[in-house]
C-alpha cells in the first residue's frame, strides 16, 4: 500500500493527481493539525489546509528534494496561513475564535493522557493569537526562532518575547 | 459619449440623467434637506452612516433611541428597525447622530469630516480625505483614511488605524494599538497608558516614509514595534522604564539617550532590567533615537 | 512562585540557550529558591506536553474533493482569498486613471522565485499587487483629480521605498531583517492598490 514516497513526489512532479492524492492521504493529518492549531478555528483550518495543497501542487516543480517533503510541505503551510491571517486581520475580522471546539476531540494517534492533552489544547486555543501562533511553531511544531523569523517575518527578539508570554499564559491558565 | 451619474463617493451629487452629444450640461442645484427624526433603539444595536461630504457627528447617550438631526444638500434616507439602522445621504450634509453608548457605529465618507464622542461600543469609521476624530473609551475602533487625519483620545481596547498620507495622532490608554501609514507621521502619548493596571499590551506603528514618535509609558509584559523604511523613529520613555530593546537599522544611525549603551553597525540590543516590556524597533534608512523622560 | 525579573532567564534555561557562565548563575539561584525551581517544573512541563501533543488530527470533513477541483480546474492562486474576493467583484464597477497604471512596473506575474519561506511570501505580495493593478485598469476617470494625484504621489513613494530595499536585498541576500523591511514595504504597496480600489466605490 505504501508506495515509495520518492516516486510518488516524482509522479506527481510529472501532473498525476492520483500520485499528489496519496501524497494528500499521507499529509494531511499533519497539515491540518498545524493550521487548527495555528488558526484556532476549524473553519479556517480547512480553508488553510485545501490553499496550502493547491498551492504545493502548483509548487511542486520547484521542489528539488534539497529537504525533506514533508518539511517542505509544512514550511509552505505556516507562509501560507501567515499571508492569510495577515489580509484578514487588515480587515479586522476576528480570526481567534474557536467555533468547534469539537474539532481538538477527534480520535487520533500518539499516545497521552486523553484529558490533560485536551486542557492544553483548549489553552494552546484561548492565547493571543501572536502568542499562539509562535508557541504552536516552536513547542508544537519544533521550529527555532531563527526559522520562526524567517517564515513569519517578525523579528527573532519578538518570536522570544511572544514564546515566554504564551508558555506564561498557559502555565497560569492550566493551574487553575 | 454618456456623461457618467457623479457616484456617491465624490463631492456633491448633482444627479443628471445621460445628457446627449452636443447638449449643454446645466446641473441643477440639488433639493435642501433638513433631518430631525428620532427612533427607539436597542442599547447594543447597529447603526450604519453613509454622508460623502459635510460633518458627521456621533454622539453616545444613555437614551435608547436614535436621533438624526442635520441640513444638506440631496437627499437622506433611513431605513432599519429597532437593532439595525441606516442613515444615508446622497449629496453633503451636516449631520449630528446620538445613539445609545454601547451600538456598533459603522460610518463611511469621503470628504466629510467624522467625529466622535461617548461611545464604548465598536467603531468602523472610513473615510478618504475626511479627518477621523475619536473621544471617548470605546472598546474596539477601525478607523482608515487616505489623507485624511485620524486622531484618538481617551483609552479604546483594542485601535487600528490606517492611513495613506493621514497623520496619525493616538493620545490615552489603549490595551492593543496598531497604526500604520504610508506617508503620514504617527504620534503616540501614551500619558497614563498604565491606568487600569494592566498596561499595553501590544503595539505596532509602521510607516514608509512619515515619521513615527511614541511617547509615553510601557507597560510590563507589552510588545511594541516601531517599523519605518525612511522615517525618523523617536521613543520617549520614562528613565526608570524596564524593557528589553532591540533596535535595527539598515542606513541609518542610532542615538540612545537611555542608557550608555552603543549602537554596532547597525544593531543595538539592551535591557533595562528582566522581564518587562519588549521593545522592537526597526528602519531601513531612518533615523532610531532613544530619549530618556 | 517565579521570582519576577527571572522570566525570560528560566524559559531560555529551559531551553538550553543561555550560555555556561548564566547558566551556572541560575543553577546558584534555584539552589535556593523553591518558587523558580517550582516554575522551572512547570516549563519543562508545559514544553514536554507541548511536543506530545499529536502530531497530525484528521480534519471534520474529506478535504481532497474540493482541492481536486481547483486543482483540475488550474485554479489561479487565492492565497488572500476574502480579501480579493471583494476587490475583483469591485473591478467591475470601479474604475482608475490610466496615468496611474502607467507608473506601475511592468508584471512580472509568471516569473516565481523558486523555493518557499520568505521567498514565496514575496512573490505573493508581488502577485497580488500585480493582479490587482490590472483588476483597477480601466477606461474611464471616477477618481477626482485630487484623489488621483495622491495614489500617484504614494505609489511613488512606496515604488521607491520598495526599489531601495530591494537593491539592498540583493547586495545581502541572507539578511533576515532586510527581508523584513522588504515584505513590509510590498505590503504597504498592496494596502496602497486596495485604497484606490476602495476610494473609487
Not at chain 1, 53 to 77: N, P
Not at chain 2, 206 to 217: A, N
Request: charged residues 20%; aromatic residues 6%; contains cysteine.
Amino acid at each position: 500500500m505504501q508506495a515509495d514516497p520518492s516516486d510518488l513526489i516524482e509522479r506527481a512532479q510529472r501532473g498525476d493527481p492520483a500520485a499528489f492524492e496519496a501524497l494528500y492521504r499521507a499529509h494531511v493529518g499533519r497539515v491540518y493539525a498545524l493550521c487548527l492549531r495555528l488558526t484556532a478555528d476549524a473553519a479556517r483550518a480547512e480553508e488553510f489546509t485545501q490553499d496550502a495543497f493547491v498551492r504545493a501542487w502548483e509548487r511542486l516543480a520547484s521542489f528539488r528534494g534539497e529537504s525533506a517533503f514533508s518539511s517542505w510541505l509544512y514550511r509552505l503551510t505556516v507562509n501560507v496561513v501567515f499571508l492569510g491571517q495577515r489580509a484578514s486581520r487588515r480587515r479586522g475580522l476576528r480570526v481567534f475564535t474557536t467555533d468547534d471546539p469539537a474539532a481538538l476531540e477527534r480520535p487520533r494517534d500518539g499516545p497521552g493522557v486523553p484529558g490533560a492533552q485536551l486542557d492544553l489544547e483548549r489553552a494552546v486555543a484561548a492565547l493571543p493569537p501572536g502568542a499562539r501562533e509562535v508557541f504552536v511553531l516552536h513547542d508544537v511544531e519544533g521550529y527555532r526562532h531563527q526559522e520562526i523569523a524567517e517564515l513569519t517575518g517578525i523579528a527573532v527578539g519578538t518570536s522570544k518575547a511572544q514564546l515566554f508570554r504564551a508558555r506564561r499564559l498557559l502555565r497560569e491558565a492550566l493551574s487553575r | 459619449m454618456t456623461r457618467h451619474i457623479a457616484c456617491l463617493g465624490l463631492g456633491l451629487g448633482s444627479a443628471l440623467g445621460a445628457v446627449g452629444p452636443g447638449a449643454a450640461a446645466q446641473a441643477r442645484p440639488a433639493p435642501i434637506i433638513r433631518i430631525e427624526q428620532r427612533w427607539p433603539f436597542a442599547a447594543d444595536g447597529s447603526v450604519r452612516i453613509v454622508n460623502p461630504a459635510g460633518r458627521i457627528r456621533v454622539i453616545g447617550w444613555d437614551v435608547d433611541t436614535v436621533a438624526v438631526s442635520g441640513h444638506g444638500a440631496g437627499a437622506f434616507a433611513a431605513d432599519g428597525n429597532g437593532s439595525v439602522r441606516k442613515l444615508v445621504v446622497t449629496g453633503r450634509a451636516d449631520l449630528e447622530v446620538h445613539l445609545p453608548r454601547g451600538a456598533r457605529v459603522w460610518v463611511k465618507s469621503a470628504a466629510a469630516d467624522i467625529d466622535v464622542v461617548g461611545v464604548d461600543g465598536t467603531l468602523d469609521l472610513n473615510s478618504v480625505s475626511g479627518a477621523i476624530q475619536v473621544v471617548g473609551t470605546p472598546v474596539d475602533v477601525t478607523a482608515e483614511t487616505m489623507d485624511g487625519r485620524v486622531e484618538l483620545a481617551g483609552g479604546t481596547g483594542r485601535a487600528r488605524v490606517k492611513t495613506v498620507s493621514g497623520s496619525i495622532l493616538l493620545r490615552g490608554a489603549s490595551v492593543d494599538l496598531g497604526a500604520s501609514t504610508l506617508s503620514g507621521t504617527i504620534v503616540v502619548r501614551a500619558a497614563g497608558w498604565q491606568r487600569g493596571g494592566t498596561g499595553v499590551q501590544r503595539g505596532t506603528f509602521e510607516s514608509v516614509t512619515g515619521d513615527v514618535r511614541f511617547d509615553g509609558e510601557l507597560g510590563r509584559g507589552g510588545i511594541v514595534e516601531l517599523e519605518s523604511q525612511s522615517g525618523a523613529i523617536h521613543l520617549r520613555v520614562p528613565g526608570t522604564t524596564v524593557a528589553d530593546f532591540d533596535l535595527l537599522t539598515i542606513g541609518g544611525s542610532i542615538a540612545n539617550g537611555l542608557t550608555s549603551d552603543a549602537p554596532q553597525r547597525g544593531t543595538l540590543r539592551f535591557a533595562t532590567g528582566a522581564g518587562g516590556a519588549q521593545v522592537t524597533i526597526r528602519s531601513f534608512k531612518g533615523s532610531i533615537s532613544l530619549e530618556a523622560k | 512562585m517565579m521570582c519576577a525579573d527571572m522570566e525570560v532567564q528560566l524559559n531560555e534555561y529551559v531551553d538550553g540557550t543561555l550560555r555556561v557562565a548564566q547558566r551556572a548563575t541560575v543553577d546558584a539561584h534555584l539552589a535556593g529558591c523553591a518558587g523558580c525551581r517550582a516554575a522551572v517544573a512547570e516549563l519543562r512541563a508545559l514544553v514536554a506536553g507541548a511536543a506530545a501533543l499529536p502530531k497530525s488530527i484528521e480534519p471534520g470533513r474529506d478535504l481532497w474533493a474540493p482541492i481536486d477541483a481547483r486543482i483540475v480546474q488550474g485554479a489561479t492562486r487565492n492565497v488572500q482569498r476574502p480579501f480579493w474576493r471583494g476587490a475583483l467583484a469591485a473591478a467591475a464597477t470601479l474604475v482608475i486613471g490610466f496615468a496611474i497604471y502607467r507608473l506601475l512596473p511592468p508584471s512580472t506575474v509568471h516569473d516565481h522565485p523558486e523555493g518557499t519561506g520568505w521567498v514565496a511570501v514575496q512573490a505573493e505580495y508581488e502577485q497580488a499587487a500585480d493582479e490587482l493593478t490590472r483588476a483597477l485598469a480601466f477606461e474611464h476617470d471616477r477618481l477626482a483629480p485630487a484623489t488621483v494625484a495622491l495614489i500617484e504621489r504614494n505609489l511613488a513613494i512606496i515604488d521607491a521605498a520598495i526599489r531601495e530595499s530591494r537593491d539592498a536585498l540583493a547586495r545581502d541576500p541572507g539578511n533576515v531583517e532586510l527581508r523584513g523591511l522588504f515584505a513590509a514595504a510590498s505590503r504597504h504597496k498592496v494596502e496602497l492598490l486596495r485604497w484606490a480600489t476602495r476610494a473609487a466605490t
